[in-house]
């Protein structure tokens, strides 16, 4: 099993910026690509960003050219760093690691989910 732990989320102004972070633990070999997404009230919750462990990106039209997703493997964390926040940003922000073991037999995969964190953009 593997437990995220998201932080960093907070109040604050259009404009500014923020960086949110991942901490995996557990058995976290054979997380692949991580990715990161966000929920408001009464809305699905959308894909922000993703990252493979090679470190191929990919992001939301919405976010492109503010958000930056990384990740050290070292560490096991994955990062998110949001700038240029806007209002439409405000969301619970949540962690997703998607966990690959490819056997003889087959692959056994799952996705892990962090209990999220919340970031307010104040116009």
């Not at 990106?57 to 926040?85: C, E, G, H, W």
Request: hydrophobic share 30%; proline share 1%; net charge neutral.
């Amino acid at each position: 099993q593997v437990q995220l732990v998201e932080s960093g989320g907070d109040l604050v102004q259009a404009g500014g910026s923020l960086k949110l972070s991942c901490a995996a633990s557990g058995d976290t070999r054979y997380i692949s690509a991580m990715s990161w997404y966000r929920q408001t009230p009464g809305k699905e919750r959308e894909l922000v960003a993703a990252i493979t462990n090679r470190g191929t990106t990919n992001y939301a039209d919405s976010v492109k050219d503010r958000f930056t997703i990384s990740r050290d493997n070292a560490k096991n964390t994955l990062y998110l760093q949001l700038n240029s926040l806007k209002s439409e940003d405000t969301a619970v922000y949540y962690c997703k690691a998607h966990w690959l073991k490819r056997g003889v037999y087959g692959d056994t995969e799952y996705d892990y989910w962090g209990q999220g964190t919340q970031v307010t953009v104040s116009s």
